[in-house]
């Protein structure tokens, strides 16, 4: 064990490897404006999808300190791109009126995911082993990279409301003080 087998060594290395997923993520709240959702996305699933397989080998070859460093890496790349850039990406690419079903299906999609890994990745990992799990696991910043690829849309700068109502050959009317009123018509 690369901290030790006393709980305390535990519970520091979890801190220590937390550090720097909250380094990527105030790394990201800083940089997202001038670099863009999508830019930071992709980055983010490189490093992911580099770090996943390189701790399995590590691993393979008895290099905890190396397997450490992927693991760090992995949680900075994660922090950096997709964990807050899929949040951010959700609410942003819908109009208001949309909005609040979009992000719901979104966390639901998420809590989904976390459950089929949660069961998977131990079922898998029993089946080919430690290594090859952490290959299969990087198939999914892979994807995640590829469909950011796919669709060029970057959110940052644009009214959703404005592209969602030409897009649907309608106009988008000001609100004006008369259509605020709280009374029912």
């Known amino acids: 064990m690369l901290f030790g087998h006393r709980l305390l060594y535990a519970i520091l290395g979890g801190m220590f490897f937390s550090l720097f997923g909250v380094l990527g993520s105030v790394l990201q709240a800083w940089v997202c404006d001038r670099t863009g959702i999508r830019k930071l996305a992709l980055i ?54 949309l909005r609040g079903s979009a992000i719901g299906w979104t966390q639901g999609m998420l809590r989904v995911g976390s459950i089929v890994g949660s069961f998977a990745f131990p079922l898998l990992m029993s089946r080919v082993g430690f290594n090859t799990t952490f290959e299969f696991v990087a198939l999914a910043p892979l994807a995640g990279g590829l469909v950011t690829l796919l669709i060029r849309w970057e959110p940052i700068g644009k009214s959703v409301e404005e592209e969602w109502f030409q897009s649907h050959d309608m106009e988008l009317e000001p609100l004006t003080d008369s259509k605020m009123s709280t009374t029912p018509p």
């Not at 490093?47 to 890496?73: C, D, N, Q, T």
């Not at 949040?87 to 690419?93: G, N, P, R």
């Open 44 to 97: 983010g699933y490189m490093i992911a999808f580099i770090s996943l397989p390189a701790i399995g080998l590590a691993h393979g070859f008895g290099l905890l300190p190396v397997a450490a460093v992927f693991v760090a890496l992995f949680l900075f790349g994660h922090s950096l791109g997709p964990g807050p850039q899929g949040m951010a990406m959700a609410a942003l690419s819908f109009p208001t009126m």
